[in-house]
């Protein structure tokens, strides 16, 4: 069955950079394109970026864009978000989710704090 | 960016009424291939997002059949024709038509 299990997640200052990852089993990630989506405490869903199935192209929600990075190695059937310049509103638990958002992670927490 | 917007923001409703989600969209959300990419979503307190709709009113396997969806162009919703105890939780829209990709507000459904 498919299985998305993000990490990575934890305290960081202002400023500071992290990197989260989303392991994908249970169907072949090499065809799917793969988001990231974030819910900050009491806030709605926010979608954050996507890999293209080959890496090959990425979009940004304009409130990252800049400072955040989407990768994937399909070798190792891994999606990755690399986070800079992290400030409080940054502050959020992130899924990882397949292409059509059929299937989402658990969710990792990312606090930004001093 | 398109924008969703949500109405209700929150839903009390009786155990076994019917319960209406309405979501607008700032342009139409029709692609070029003729299909219309609005999904609904359950949250669930402590839980992921699940996807219940796709494409205005396919329901994923396992949904039950008292959710459907409706709608076209900029103007959908999402019904529950009986409501249970373990439909509790926040729905969302969500636009997959348009980049970036965004979704409503959010109506929180709680049993009255």
């Known amino acids: 069955q498919v299985q998305l299990v993000e990490s990575g997640g934890g305290v960081v200052q202002p400023g500071g950079s992290l990197r989260l990852s989303c392991a994908a089993s249970g169907f072949t990630f090499s065809s799917y394109g793969m988001h990231w989506v974030r819910q900050a405490p009491g806030k709605g869903l926010e979608w954050v970026a996507i890999s293209w199935f080959d890496g090959s192209d990425k979009y940004y929600a304009d409130s990252v864009k800049g400072r955040f990075i989407v990768s994937r190695d399909n070798s190792k059937n891994m999606l990755y978000l690399e986070m800079n310049s992290l400030t409080a509103e940054d502050t959020a638990v992130y899924y990882c989710?397949?292409?059509?958002?059929?299937?989402w992670g658990q969710g990792t927490l990312v606090t930004v704090s001093s | 960016d398109v924008v969703m917007t949500q109405s209700p923001l929150s839903l009390p409703v009786i155990l076994g009424q019917p319960a209406s989600i309405s979501c607008r969209a700032s342009q139409s959300l029709e692609y070029s291939d003729g299909n219309t990419y609005l999904y609904w979503f359950q949250l669930r307190p402590g839980q992921s997002p699940r996807r219940l709709i796709y494409k205005v009113s396919n329901r994923d396997s396992g949904v039950p059949d008292r959710f459907s969806g409706s709608g076209s162009g900029t103007d959908f919703t999402l019904k529950i024709s009986r409501v249970e105890a373990e439909d509790v939780g926040v729905y969302y829209c969500m636009q997959g038509t348009h980049w970036p990709r965004t979704f409503g507000g959010g109506t929180k459904v709680e049993i009255k």
């Open positions: 989710a397949r292409w059509d958002f059929d299937h």
